[in-house]
T-cell receptor, first 110, second 111 residues
Framework: DAGITQSPRHKVTETGTPVTLRCHQTENHRYMYWYRQDPGHGLRLIHYSYGVKDTDKGEVSDGYSVSRSKTEDFLLTLESATSSQTSVYFCAIRTGTEAFFGQGTRLTVV | DAKTTQPNSMESNEEEPVHLPCNHS???????IHWYRQLPSQGPEYVIHGLTSNVNNRMASLAIAEDRKSSTLILHRATLRDAAVYYCILRDNNQGGKLIFGQGTELSVKP
């Protein structure tokens, strides 16, 4: 599993509250990614990082921010959660050729 | 980002070969062809990748057309554990190595 851990694994939160999801890796890979997956859809890229403090937007970045102050941690923040952000969130790291994905965080916004 | 086109679903019988097609007519010279699969309730996992030549690994084979506008993932003997959604993805290492997923092909395997 390339030492990638997502936390929490499940969360229920109320509309309008901020939420932070954490992705942690143990192998110092440079590239990290956050995706979301909704029923019947493939994964959509939210943000990605190519180093400490170096991040960029993906396909669906509105309403999300990220931070990477240490190589091993990539945080995804929903600034003010909305019901449309109910989804399964996957973090990934990239080695030279492969990407490894975490087990996912199931977020429900009520 | 270059796009790929895959059939929404395919069926296979256990122990038989499976050929999963992918069209990528707008592929650029620097795009690698990657395949990932996603088992139920799990994150995607890497299957195989290639640039121009056909590739084999322990999981599958990848056949790439000479003009690189299409490719086929080959599972030599499907098992029930191969039932998953298979994604064909073009990855440009010059753009952060982003993996942009399409809809994928849902493979079902019948015993």
């Amino acid at each position: 599993d390339a030492g990638i851990t997502q936390s929490p694994r499940h969360k229920v939160t109320e509309t309008g509250t901020p939420v932070t999801l954490r992705c942690h890796q143990t192998e110092n890979h440079r590239y990290m990614y956050w995706y979301r997956q909704d029923p019947g859809h493939g994964l959509r890229l939210i943000h990605y990082s190519y180093g400490v403090k170096d991040t960029d937007k993906g396909e669906v970045s509105d309403g999300y921010s990220v931070s990477r102050s240490k190589t091993e941690d990539f945080l995804l923040t929903l600034e003010s959660a909305t019901s449309s952000q109910t989804s399964v969130y996957f973090c990934a790291i990239r080695t030279g050729t492969e990407a490894f994905f975490g087990q996912g965080t199931r977020l429900t916004v009520v | 980002d270059a796009k790929t086109t895959q059939p929404n679903s395919m069926e296979s019988n256990e122990e038989e070969p499976v050929h999963l097609p992918c069209n990528h007519s707008t592929i650029s010279g620097t795009d690698y062809i990657h395949w990932y699969r996603q088992l139920p309730s799990q994150g995607p996992e890497y299957v195989i990748h290639g640039l121009t030549s056909n590739v084999n690994n322990r999981m599958a084979s990848l056949a790439i057309a000479e003009d690189r506008k299409s490719s086929t993932l080959i599972l030599h003997r499907a098992t029930l554990r191969d039932a998953a959604v298979y994604y064909c993805i073009l990855r440009d290492n010059n753009q952060g190595g982003k993996l942009i997923f399409g809809q994928g092909t849902e493979l079902s395997v019948k015993p």
